[in-house]
């Protein structure tokens, strides 16, 4: 039987804690409904994961899924096809756990989120790409630096005529679908605003022409020799150490005039003498299961970085290597 005095100390232990979760919850500090989801989904004896987005870089998302299912053989894993747009739509929708973004969610995309949840999504960036300017047979390929390409392309992202300043330097300027997530992440890299898909038809009069993906890109490209066209080099199927696609060229992208070009290769990307980069991002929603937060967060970890790595694409950030030096000849008797 519990002594008077280790009674009370109990009891004291008890109002303290139950005094500090509720200043904590009064304040926000603990997830409630982040917490009642995750208890929710530990007990399902047939645990799924579902993935969006994976046309933005197709070997990259079929090999981190298979790498996770060997982790987790009792969880199924499922991929859907789709770019920025749908995968952020599917995730909102709770259609999938998982979403790949060529871009952050805007404050609007956010805001949807909150109001759906009480939270935001949680975004964690992965991978580096690059964003290539191709050129045709006839058409200029520079150099260009950024503020010139800014300036081209400003008034599409002021609501005017889609990339009006464009005209200086080719005649069509080839995009992927908007939906797809590299016109945005263009529009980023040079600090221009977002806005929503304008056309996605191919058939707009002016200098700007999206097309269906990188590849249909490349093929305009190929066959207009006047032209200019932008791809990722996360889903556009090119080698930059291999030199560009047959009928076209790079075009060179500096910083400032003056400045020699670099190619956009991975040291270049990586480095950040190719100037015109964007990351991977994948995102979960803030009070969703539990397994897209913890596919989120292994992504995000060392480990999961360098399982991108492993894939052939630039990790988000370096992660350390542990390096054991010894004068020891390796194995047994120095064999």
Known sequence: MLSRRRMWLLIRIAVYLAVILGI??????????????????????????VLAGRDLAPPLVEKLAAEYRRDYPKLQVTVLPGGTYRALDQLLARETDVAFLMRRP????????????????????????????????????????????????????????????????????????????????????????????????????????FLADAAAVIAAVAADPGSWGVVSTLNAGLDPELGPPAGTRFVDVVTADGVKATSPTAAGIGTGAYPLNHSLYVACRGAGGLEGVKFVNHLGSARGLRQVENAGVLPARLVAREIQLSRDAVGKDGK
């Open 24 to 49: 904590m919850l009064y304040r926000g500090g603990v997830p409630f409904k982040r917490f009642r989801s995750a208890l929710r989904s530990a007990g399902d004896e047939h645990p799924t994961l």
């Open 106 to 209: 805007t404050a609007a995309e956010q805001e949807l989120f909150r109001q759906a949840d009480g939270d935001t999504a949680v975004t964690e960036a992965i991978g580096l790409g690059g964003l290539v300017l191709l050129a045709g047979a006839q058409a200029p390929v520079g150099p260009v630096t950024l503020d010139a390409l800014k300036a081209a392309l400003a008034p599409a992202s002021e609501g005017g005529a889609p990339g009006a300043g464009l005209a200086a330097f080719c005649g069509r300027f080839y995009a992927p679908d908007p939906n797809e997530g590299a016109w945005d992440a263009l529009l980023g890299a040079l600090g221009l605003p977002i806005i929503d898909a304008a056309d996605t038809s191919g058939t707009k009069a002016g200098p700007v022409v």
